[in-house]
């Protein structure tokens, strides 16, 4: 069996687009989409009054205010790969959401605002991939505007992220005088033309980087891009494919997605460099893709994407095996049986029923709360795959329904909101009202957006008084439930249950966590929890 998977595997590039908000990432995933030919016609993500939206953009608040506050996922196909496409929301605020995501691709694509340069949000996202070692990709987008010199972009990179920079394609002018690209490793220029409904396949190649045409075509524009070249073929390292694996190196292309221009170099370049799924560490064991038997974790958990069924999709990202619709999956952590018949595969919005999936790929289940976030899935084998984190909340609300009558449909909302990870919904232990704990404000809105028009529930979403959260545990050898009960018990004002029912205290201050870490030695607070098997981490407060 294994020889039979091995091929399928080979052939799967698994990878997300991360970027700061606003620097095209949603346009590269729709062009990348065009390209493979998966789709047909591009929806503008600016032409916001247009019927036509991103096809990654499927939640109304994103219509309205045209960013992505949600992860979507796609398939396509191109030239004999499967590529799985993640597109993550670039909006701080939701950092978590984007984080589990790339817990479940194998590779990332970092899209850069030429103008901006790198931005708080790609800092952040790097940080994340170089904790994972995550081989990454770099698209400078927005060369046909007024933008920085590619030199200094380049040095950019490489200072703030930490990272050595190789460029495989090289911009000729810029702005208004943007000529095109040079391709350095096909030794030839792709000339700009733009025009985001011109056809694709339609760009102007002239043969040659010292071809006599170009330095008659484009001038001086050439010249400084020739002699910028020579500088950085001198100076930068040659690419080396060991050191992009380990996330060590990124080769960096330049373009303008929103023209089509510059984004076939860097989808060849996914199926050339990214690297096809490889081993995935459970507690238990390390499991290897091309593993006969299925297994596969939930990274995430979408509510309502087709609102006329009120469904809820657990994406599962496959890390061994072969999948068929049908065959009997075991959630490990509720050893519950699941023989799912509709699972889909994803072209956003549209979803397709699904025969078979194989490691790399991410599958749809719907389902209606059997499922969990970080949830394993085998074929019977007790397996818990680590690694899929929740971030202790910096903002809190109290939130309460407008109209009583409609109290169980808000207690329903949010726990599918809970459950999903949009946000996190405590139940204080002692009292009554629900709270809402986030990473950053616009979670609150879309959340409140979400149960209005989602849910029929309109919520009075209001500041409540804590700042500082901890999830509490105590190890067996301090006296263990006995001695979490009578913490417990003895702070309950101030401690929740989470949407898995794992404690957490609340409080106002920062001082005040230092003084009960003093008054309960035994007691350990932690900042980060993993949600399966509420495996904590040892990173603490």
Known sequence: MSAEIAPQVRRRRTFAIISHPDAGKTTL??????????????????????????????????????????????????????????????????????????????????????????????????????????????FVNKMDREVQEPLSLMDEIERELGMGVVPFTWPVGMAKFFGGVLDLRKDQMRVFAPGEDRNKDDDEIIEGLHNPQLQQRFGAAYDQAAGEIELVREAAPPFDEEMFLAGQQTPMFFGSAINNFGVREVLDALVDLAPPPGPKPAIQRVVQPVEPKFTGVVFKIQANMDPAHRDRIAFVRVASGHFERGMRLKVTRSGKELRPNTVVSFLSQRRELLEEAFAGDIIGIPNHGVLQLGDTLTEGEALQFTGLPFFAPEMFRSVEVADPLRTKQLRAGLTQLGEEGAIQVFRPVAGSVLLLGAVGQLQFEVVAHRLEHEYGVRARVQSARYNVARWVTCDDADGGEKELKRFIDGNAHRVALDAVDAPCVLLEYAGELRAMQENWPKIKFHALREHAGLVFHKQMA
């Open 29 to 138: 995933t729709e062009k990348l989409l065009l390209f493979s030919g998966a789709i047909q016609i591009a929806g503008s993500v600016k032409a916001r009054k247009a019927s036509r939206h991103a096809t990654s953009d499927w939640m109304e608040i994103e219509k309205q205010r045209g960013i992505s506050v949600a992860s979507s996922v796609m398939q396509m196909e191109y030239r004999d790969c499967v590529i799985n496409l993640l597109d993550t929301p670039g909006h701080q605020d939701f950092s978590e959401d984007t984080y589990r995501v790339l817990t479940a691709v194998d590779a990332a694509l970092m899209v850069i605002d030429a103008a901006n340069g790198v931005e708080p949000q790609t800092r952040r996202l790097l940080q994340v991939c170089r904790a994972r070692n995550t081989p990454i990709l770099t």
